[in-house]
């Protein structure tokens, strides 16, 4: 679709920059939608300075976007990590272990975008 398809006014100038176009998580796995009763969820999580999150995983597809900060994540399984900065897209991975860090030195701040069956939690901590 044509940026000028969505002016308003003759003297609108209406920007669409794509930000992303994926087709499988972080991890390389297809990304697979719940099947009945889909709910999104919004959040904004704001990550300090130096903090980890706790070990967890996602049972249905996680996205996030990064508006401030700087971000690593490890799959705890195989050790590899990530680092994401100000304006990447994540696609989490499902089902599969890992870890966010705040590894830089002002806060992470995260749009974060669920999609699970209607009245399910989308974090699974590990034990």
Sequence with gaps: MAAAALDTTPAAKVVVTPLASVTETASGQPIVL???????????????PGAKLPVHMHPSARYAYVLEGQLQVTNVDTGKSTSYKKGDFIVEMIGTWHQGANVGSEPVKLLVIDQVEKGTSNTVLKQ
Excluded: G
């Excluded at 719940?34 to 999580?45: A, G, I, Y």
């Design 34 to 48: 719940p099947q009945k009763n889909v709910q999104v969820l919004v959040s904004s999580f704001e990550i300090p």
